[in-house]
């Protein structure tokens, strides 16, 4: 059931969509989708389905559970206007309003038309995208694919379960976590066995994903509950080496909620069906009151994003990533990853607004430590690092000069590097590309003179976003047009 609020200005990209309708067929029952134009290159149309749904309402006694497989329909289900988001506050940091619905399992699939006339293979790559926001925040309908539709592939956006009804966890089988990222592993699923019937080769798909959506991409590597289930990888700015990618004190901040909420921890099972009551606004809030997120630390862990589950046959990740990629455990699959020029500086402007307390970095400056520098809380090197830090980035100044701390930010935290340079220690053969984008154009988010967190994807897709530019100059257009064909054809042949 589609009923959350939509945007005016996501309203206003089916507009453009033609009346003509167009039915597909899917295993559970057919939907129409529309005809639409680029807003990029009017001369290209392509096929939209909006809406899609890959589960069933993860509600009531679904929440916090494994999403189940849609119930099939017998009518023309309509699939010309996007899906509800899934729940999450308004505003990153300071928001109260609560946007979206539980019900949120749905993606959306692009289908080219013109780019298919030169194209002689009867089934198109497939390239599915992960959106970031920190597993707190965004939807599929933020980035729209009509870059991507001037080349010969096929374009799924996915969502998933946000925050508290994503991630929670109980550590044993009443709430075993990481059900956003199992939510994206049931998308795959979906795809596979779904995609051929809007002309994608589910033998050919790529998985790829910005920020928390390039993380999201690794953990898929990492995990054997997603084998087999995509051919290629791309990770853009985001990767699993963080501490803002892993809640390492899970059942303090369980605790912590229940107290909140004044439920007794003692038992998982009668504390889920508690939480399962509460209604989604109220939980959403309280999930994300100061008291237990404490206070806003960039890159540092928030409490309800993917977590270690305990072993089991059904878990996401059960292996710190650091041994699972020691070990093996990772898919051989051509794999790309990089990062903007100016990584660091997006949360300019939390700094400067006070969101971000910069100087709880000077009371704790290990928190400048990374964790892909793979040193263990209380290891007798830490202070020695701190002071090497401190040397290189700040001269033995402030920590809490701006400049310094975004150069110092931008270098290493993000563990993109590392875990490039992790992988090909280990695995001198594996097929690996690496990027970094530097284009500083006029609709990237730039800061401070270079490229800032995200800056590529406003060139990949048609940004929506309430503060995102479509206006491109010619040097955008350039720039954008090469992007895109280096993002497909590696996905059409696994390498750049």
């Not at 707190?136 to 980035?143: P, R, Y």
């Not at 996915?158 to 109980?170: A, D, E, K, M």
């Not at 004190?249 to 439920?263: I, N, R, S």
């Not at 990772?330 to 006070?354: C, H, N, R, T």
Request: net charge neutral; charged share 20%.
């Amino acid at each position: 059931m589609k009923t959350s609020p939509i945007p005016w200005v996501l309203l206003m990209l089916f507009v453009f969509g033609s009346t003509q309708n167009v039915v597909r067929q899917t295993q559970y029952g057919k939907i129409r989708g529309l005809i639409r134009t680029s807003r990029i290159n009017p001369n290209v149309k392509f096929y939209h389905f909006l809406g899609v749904r890959y589960g069933r309402a993860p509600v009531e006694s679904l929440r916090f559970q494994e999403a189940l497989p849609p119930t099939p329909w017998t009518d023309i289900r309509d699939a010309t206007s996007p899906g509800n988001r899934c729940v999450q506050l308004s505003d990153e940091f300071a928001g109260d309003q609560v946007l979206g619905d539980e019900d949120c399992l749905f993606l959306d699939i692009a289908e080219p038309i013109t780019a298919c006339k030169n194209h002689h293979r009867k089934m198109l790559p497939v390239m599915v995208w992960i959106h970031g926001g920190s597993f707190l925040f965004a939807s599929s309908s933020e980035t729209q694919p009509d870059p991507l539709m001037e080349e010969a592939v096929v374009v799924v956006n996915i969502q998933y379960r946000l925050n508290v009804f994503g991630f929670l966890t109980t550590g044993d089988n009443y709430a075993k976590g990481n059900m956003g990222l199992k939510d994206q592993s049931a998308a795959l699923i979906w795809i596979k066995h779904n995609i051929h019937n809007f002309g994608g080769d589910p033998r050919k798909v790529t998985i790829f994903g910005g920020s928390a959506g390039g993380a999201s991409v690794q953990f898929h590597m990492l995990s054997p509950r997603s084998a087999g289930l995509f051919h290629r990888a791309i990770s853009e700015s985001g990767i699993t080496f963080g501490t803002w990618v892993f809640q390492t004190k899970p059942e303090q901040k369980l605790q912590q909620l229940a107290a909140a909420l004044g439920f007794d921890r003692t038992n998982s099972e009668t504390l889920v069906r508690k939480l399962q009551g509460v209604p989604a606004d109220i939980l959403l809030r309280t999930a994300f009151n100061q008291s237990i997120t404490g206070p806003y630390i960039l890159f540092d862990e928030v409490p309800f994003i993917p977590t270690i589950e305990h072993e089991s046959s059904t878990a996401f990740v059960s292996e710190r990533v650091f041994e699972l990629i020691k070990e093996g455990k990772i898919a051989k699959v051509p794999y790309m990853l990089g990062q903007v020029s100016e990584e660091g500086s997006f949360p300019y402007g939390y700094i400067d607004s006070g969101t971000i307390d910069i100087n709880e970095y000077a009371r704790n400056p290990e928190l400048f430590i990374p964790i892909s520098m793979n040193i263990p809380k209380g290891d007798s090197c830490i202070n020695e690092t701190v002071v090497a830090i401190h040397q290189f980035f700040f001269d033995n100044g402030s920590f809490t000069d701006k400049s310094n701390w975004i150069k110092m930010m931008g270098q290493d935290v993000r563990g993109i590097q590392k875990s490039a340079d992790l992988i090909c220690a280990n695995y001198p053969n594996f097929p690996i590309y690496f990027y970094e984008y530097v284009f500083v154009g006029t609709n990237s988010l730039n800061y401070e003179g270079g490229a800032g967190h995200y800056s590529e994807v406003l060139k990949l897709f048609y940004p929506v976003k309430e503060g995102w530019s479509t206006a491109l100059t010619p040097a955008d257009r350039l720039v954008q047009r090469r992007l895109v064909k280096i993002w497909t054809n590696f996905a059409r042949d696994g390498y750049v």
